[in-house]
């Protein structure tokens, strides 16, 4: 009963922010087999909170509706689903590359790559915030392969973060903690590397993690311990 | 103290973080997971607002183009979808129609290859007929087709043989029929031919064509004699066909071409009189017994009924004499003077040949020699 009614609510949300009658007709279409979607996945929030939610199943509900909207042509189904990822996926480049302009490029590609095999994206086996995430991590591979430069932490383009009601204080130490965690996070192994920063960074949850990196939920759980581990050991004693 | 597994600390910790209460683990776990959540806050980077704009509407406009509806799953791309934006799969679809070419021309050459044994009543011989008409359709001058379409009599007549020692009695009339049929077109083929080289060219001229007649008529005198032991009773018109067509057709031969060495045919002709002699349901047969002069007798005999023919009737008469062809014939004077040989000996040198083609493992129909 409670399923049913989140299901409900996220087509009446999808409705209310795309008032047409076929939008409406494909989310309750989309509700009514929300069953086959398995929505056990948590939401892919930017905020890194997502697996705080106590019901993520509407936000999920609206991602897998938007998706089958943009697969049947709706662009600005599409468009809906680039403001909920964006933030992610830059985030996770930004923190690879350590280059603003060049995790714009590669945010830019990635989305323009996901426009055009959106329709041939299924459901099976990976979300489609795990999908998006695999594509990125494919391009930062290949840009590395091509141009073999070297991963360097550029200061003077650190992007702008949630500073709005920091300190000076604490502003200070969340750039110091910038450059720091891109160096740290650098240090790791790949796997371990990836699975902080779609966890901790981007805010995936441990399914959507696994999918994209293609390991089992208990693989990415002990992953998980040992590159926190070993970051901690590599942050300084007064920071962490 | 003894130490917590990994599988328990992973959980431990995934629980903590997951749940956001830190309270309930201690010691290492808490501090990983107050690590994790430094993570958290540290990680603030975000796109301008500039750039997320400017990428959004530059995706929008893509996808107006790249994004199509998908009403039934049998919708064809539109044309104006550029090619290079979604792939759909090319190559899979060149590896699809090449596997399905492939297993289609395999199909059909095992399918051909097959029909080559075929006899009339097979699923194939259809098949095995339509290769014949097109290898046919294939050569190209009338020598070489009067030539084939006499080898296809004789594949014909092999057939005939081979359905009546098998037993297939109800099929050795359309047999012969289709036999008798072929063995005209041939002939009448290579004797045009024979008579546009005396009318052409005296000096490039050839009793080829003649010599091939008079062979095939030899052959075919043998195996007819053969089948006139034990032929059905509703096949011996069809073979009364065939045998006139032999004969006639070695009349004709020698009439165009006196210095040739003319086909022995007359063994058939009295082969034949005899099978009906001794066939109590051919009707008139008696009337052809004569036996003084077999060839008249052929020749004056009227055919009797055939109403187990499935081809088109026949004239018999013009297939003994006078030739029906409406050739001009050629004077004797003009050619080599005429020779007195001694009678060819093709029986005796065509026997091993015929019952090699016709019969054995190696044949055209294996099996017919074993009889």
């Known amino acids: 009963m409670t399923s049913l009614t989140s299901v409900l609510r996220a087509a009446i949300a999808l409705h209310l922010t795309r008032p047409d009658e076929q939008s409406l007709a494909i989310a309750l279409a989309v509700s009514e087999q929300t069953n ?108 590395f392969k091509s141009s073999r430069s070297r991963l360097e932490f550029a200061t003077e383009t650190v992007p702008e973060g949630r500073s709005d009601e920091a300190g000076p204080e604490q502003e200070m130490l969340v750039h110091v903690s910038n450059e720091m965690l891109f160096e740290a996070v650098n240090a790791l192994p790949p796997e371990q590397r990836d699975c902080i920063l779609m966890r901790f960074i981007q805010g995936m949850s441990i399914a959507q993690t696994a999918a994209a990196i293609g390991r089992s939920e208990g693989a990415i759980k002990q992953l998980q311990l040992r590159a926190v581990r070993s970051l901690a050991g590599a942050l300084p004693p007064d920071i962490r | 103290m003894i130490r917590r597994g990994a599988p328990h600390d992973a959980q431990s910790f995934d629980d903590a973080w997951t749940s956001g209460d830190s309270s309930s683990v ?123 379409q006499l080898d296809q009599a004789r594949e014909r007549l092999a057939e005939a043989r081979w359905l009546d020692s098998h037993g297939e009695d109800g099929r050795v009339a359309a047999a012969l029929d289709n036999f008798s049929d072929q063995a005209d077109d041939g002939s009448a083929r290579l004797f045009m031919v024979y008579n546009d080289q005396i009318t052409t060219s005296n000096s490039s001229s050839s009793d080829a064509p003649i010599d091939a007649v008079n062979d095939f008529a030899a052959a075919a005198t043998i195996t007819l004699n053969k089948m006139s032991d034990d032929l059905p009773a ?48 051919a009707p008139d047969a008696p009337t052809a017994t004569s036996g003084s002069h077999p060839e008249r007798s052929a020749a004056t005999t009227p055919k009797p009924a055939t109403p187990d023919r499935s081809g088109p009737p026949k004239s018999t008469p013009p297939r003994i004499s006078p030739p029906a062809l409406p050739t001009p014939k050629k004077p004797p004077a003009l050619k080599k003077p005429p020779a007195i040989k001694k009678p060819p000996a093709l029986k005796d040198t065509t026997d091993p040949l015929v019952g090699g083609l016709v019969g054995g493992d190696g044949g055209l129909v294996p099996g017919l020699g074993k009889k």
């Open chain 2, 234 to 281: 509703d096949a011996q018109a069809a073979l009364e066909g065939a045998a006139d067509t032999v004969t006639g057709l070695a009349s004709q031969a020698s009439s165009l071409c006196s210095s040739c060495a003319p086909a022995d045919v007359s063994s058939l002709l009295v082969a034949v009189s005899e099978a009906l002699v001794s066939t109590p349901d």
């Open chain 1, 36 to 143: 086959a979607y398995s929505p056990h996945y948590d939401s892919t929030g930017s905020t890194g909170s997502t697996d705080h939610d106590p019901d993520p199943d509407p936000e999920a509900t609206r991602l897998r509706a938007l998706v089958d909207l943009a697969k049947d042509g709706d662009s600005e189904a599409f468009g809906q689903l680039y403001d909920h990822y964006v933030t992610g996926i830059f985030r996770f480049v930004f923190y690879r590359v350590g280059s603003k302009h060049l995790a714009e490029d590669l945010t830019s590609e990635t989305f323009v790559r996901g426009l055009r095999s959106i329709q041939r994206f299924n459901w099976q086996g990976k979300d489609f915030g795990a999908w998006l995430t695999t594509i990125a991590r494919n391009l930062i591979t290949d840009h």
């Open chain 2, 26 to 148: 201690t010691g290492e776990i808490a501090g990983l997971v107050g690590t994790a959540d430094l993570l958290c806050r540290s990680a603030v980077a975000e796109p301008d607002e500039h750039f997320r704009s400017e990428l959004r509407d530059r995706l929008m406009v893509q996808a107006a183009e790249v994004l199509v509806a998908h009403p039934a799953p049998a919708v064809v791309e539109p044309v104006r979808r550029p090619a290079p934006a979604v792939p759909a799969h090319p190559v899979r679809r060149r590896l699809v129609g090449l596997t399905v070419a492939a297993v289609a021309g395999l199909g059909s050459i095992g399918m051909i290859s097959s029909s080559a044994t075929a006899v009339p009543g097979d699923v194939l011989y259809p098949v095995k007929r339509g290769v014949e008409s097109v290898q046919l359709a294939l050569h190209r001058n009338d020598t070489s087709r009067g030539q084939f």
